[in-house]
């Protein structure tokens, strides 16, 4: 049977993700888990960080256009190179890499929209240098990089429950704003969908309050004060 890889796509090079990455196929359990995982990085700058820390993967390069399902497993990094120019193995965070990860974030959409995905993951992204205030947060620049735009839902989730916050990347003080009951609905619906296409389950949406306590005797609250 064909299974679907997970499709990583590495994020930030600078950022300590490779670590968590290798920590990650040096448990037992991810070796024999058999959904195959595929990495979006740079080969080279894969290598130089996997051996200052001390690692040792075999490392399966894999052609995009090209890859047999039934090839990939987790005993080898299941690797797609996308070229990047590292002089050093790790370095200070800038914007140099602004387009080493654009590129592999458009290769995982690819893949993904060619149904040759199960599931996109994303290393860190710093807001400061590649979303420059232009996207709030990632979920948003995938929102439209996929053309959903506003229509972009964060559910973290667990087999016994899941929370999704109806905002996302917001100062405290704006939330209040963006609550709307079309909002909750929309998102509600949203999950609904979600819950009964790619899990096959009807799910029990609760919704919580801003305010814990819902209501406030006083014209002028604590809450109140620190918000504004």
């Known amino acids: 049977m064909k299974i679907k890889p997970i499709i990583i796509v590495s994020g930030e090079p600078y950022s300590v993700f490779l670590e968590i990455f290798f920590k990650t196929l040096n448990n037992k359990k991810v070796k024999i888990y058999k959904t195959p995982i595929l990495i979006i990085a740079s080969y080279d700058l894969l290598l130089k960080q996997m051996q200052k820390l001390k690692y040792s993967f ?42 080493y990860i654009t590129q592999c974030f458009n290769l995982g959409l690819k893949l993904m929209k060619e149904h040759k995905g199960c599931a996109l993951i994303n290393g860190p992204i710093s807001k400061k240098h590649f979303l420059k205030k232009k996207f709030p947060g990632i979920t948003e620049y995938l929102a439209s990089k996929t053309g959903h735009t506003g229509k972009e839902v964060m559910l973290i989730y667990n087999n ?7 905002t996302t990347h917001l100062p405290l003080k704006n939330i209040f704003k963006k609550i709307t009951i079309k909002r909750i609905i929309k998102q509600a619906i949203t999950i609904n969908k979600f819950y009964k296409k790619f899990l096959n389950k009807i799910p029990k949406i609760a919704i919580t309050g801003l305010n814990p306590h819902c209501e406030s005797i006083k014209d002028i609250n604590e809450e109140k004060k620190i918000i504004n």
């Open 160 to 166: 016994n429950l899941s929370v999704s916050p109806l």
């Open 58 to 99: 075999k490392i399966k390069l894999i052609d995009d256009k090209f890859f047999n399902l039934n090839k990939l497993n987790n005993k080898n990094i299941n690797l797609i190179n996308v070229n990047f120019n590292c002089n050093k193995t790790f370095d200070k965070i800038s914007s140099k890499s602004n387009h």
